[in-house]
Structures are given as C-alpha cells and as structure tokens.
C-alpha cells in the first residue's frame, strides 16, 4: 500500500503541495481531482520520486521510500500524451520494460506484449508504428508499456485529457475494466470529474495545493465537504448563506442568485449535505419562493433569485460548511 505523510513539496520555497496525507489501498484505482494548478501532478511526481518532498514522508508498505531512486520504485508513470517511441513497433513499445529488465528472454516476452495488447484491446496492432494510430490507440500502447513491467503502482497523469470529448468516455470505460482485470494498484490525477468517477474507487479533492476532502466516491458526491468541492464536482448550482445570521449572500460564486433561507430551528451537521425535497416553488416578480422538506429537519423555507429553476419533487440539498449553509440544486445529480 502507498501512503503519503504530511507531504509538502516546494518549487523554490513556493508551495505546490500542503500537508498531503493519502492512502492507496491495494488493488484500489485512487483519483486525485482539483482544478489545474492546484498540485496535482506535483504529488504525482514526489510519488514517483522525481520531486523531492520538502516534509513529509511517502511510504510503500510500511517502507520510507526516501531514499530510492524512481527507477527502483517499482511504479509506472504514465503522462498525458503517451510519449510513445515514433521508431518503435507497438509490439516494441509495450516490450521496450521487458528488453531492458531481461533481455534473453524474446519468446516469454513476446507471449507478454500479446497479451497485453490483448488486454488494451489492440490484437492485430503488434507491427504498426505510432505514426498509424489514432489517439486513443496511442494512448492504450502506452497504458500496455506501462503495464508491461508489472509496477507494483501504476500512476497515470491525466491520462485521457489529450483525446477529444467522445473518445475520452468511450476510453474512460475501457481504462476502468482494464485496470480492474490487471489488478494493477492506480493512482490517477485529473482535473476533469467526469474522468475520476468513470476510473475509480476512491477521490481526493485537491485546491490550491491542498487536500480538501478524500474518501469513497459516493461519498464525496453525496457529502461535498464545502460549497466550492459541490461546485467542482458538478453540482448544478449552490446557493451560499451564513446559518447564524441566516443573512444570506452568494458572492463569489459563479452563476449563483442570492437566497434567503428562514429557519432558524434547523440543525446542522457540521460539514456535508442536507438532502431535501422541494415541496412547493411559488414564483414572484423578484423571487422564487421554495418550501423544501429536510429528513429530521422539517420545512425549511428559502427565497432564490429569479434564475433559479426548481420545483415540486426536485431534489435539493443544503451543503453545510462549518458556519455556512448553502442551498445545492442537485436536480442533476447522479
Ligand atoms: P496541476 O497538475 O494540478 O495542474 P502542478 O502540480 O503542475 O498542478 O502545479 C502546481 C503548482 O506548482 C503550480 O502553481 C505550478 O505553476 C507550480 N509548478 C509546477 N511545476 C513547477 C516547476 N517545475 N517549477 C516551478 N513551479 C512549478
Ligand atoms: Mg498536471
């Protein structure tokens, strides 16, 4: 199992990670999710060992992993773009690992690349050149090569964010069952949600360098940790106030109307989502008007702005931040 601790990384005493503290279960594919820039290729790299941590330590099975060079690891790293060798086979890309670990061994070798192109689904492909292949085929010779040497860890940096909208959801199911049939422990970072749910188990939030939430992907998606996480995880809108005062305002946030919620008997969890159900919506010149009925809660009655649509049966949620409360349509949620 990886463990990261306390993990700092620096570029020129700027940090580009803040007390990263993960877990990668074995077998498990973990998702790193966060906008760009927020650090997460950073942390991928101090896991493969080419960034050095400022602080903190990164552990494989209980071992300090501090002193070994990345190519002692036992980890694949896979990037973007493939980067495929131009000169090279597909057949000798996927066995480019395998000749280097062990070079007399042509006829085991050549049964492991096909199977692992059978595995990416590229039967057939063993004597193109790269040059032939479209990008999703691309990038499956490049998850085989990966793949070939038997990493204990497999760490895939944005690996279907280089291939156009369709082919990225077509590839993100096949990447999914084909890291399941290899068993292969996966970290993977992304900034695009809709990749993280389709690929794994587990999700770690990250912004501005930090890990705001983690946990079981149904999890975060039931429970985001603040209304930013709800935000970046696809809720349709989130309408921000202050509980206390129940004075309600939603600046700073894209798109979202102001709402007044007037209740002051509910009670709050300390942080996720109240789920609710939109009772009756009436609509003013200024207003809408929502009665929404929360589990243990009761009636709650909240004013949006006019752009807001909600209705009768709609489901909605309060996403609940410490001292704040916002009001989440979540009509769209999956
Ligand atoms: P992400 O992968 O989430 O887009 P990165 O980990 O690449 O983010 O970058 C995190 C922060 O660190 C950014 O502010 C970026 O500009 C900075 N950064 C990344 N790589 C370097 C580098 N080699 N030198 C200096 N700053 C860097
Ligand atoms: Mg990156």
Redesign the pocket.
Known sequence: MLRLDHVDVD??G?P?VVDATVEVPDGSVVAVL?P????????LRAVAGLERPRAGTISWDGVDLGGTPTHKRGFALMFQEGQLFGHLTVARNVGYALRLRRPRRRAADAERVASLLGLVGLEGYADRLPATLSGGERQRVALARSLAADPRLLLLDEPLSALDAGLRERLAGDLHDILRAAGTTTLV?T?DQEEAFALADRLVV?RD?RIVQQGDIADVWARPADAATALFLGYARVLEGRAAALVLDAAGLPGAPAVAVRRSALTLAPTGVLRGVVRSARATPDHLRLVVAVDGAGDLDAVAGPGTHAGPGDEVGLAVDAARVAAVTAADAR
Do not use: N
Request: hydrophobic letters at 30%.
């Open positions: 570029y020129d700027v580009a966060g760009s820039g927020c650090g997460k290729s950073t942390l970072v900034h990250m360098g």
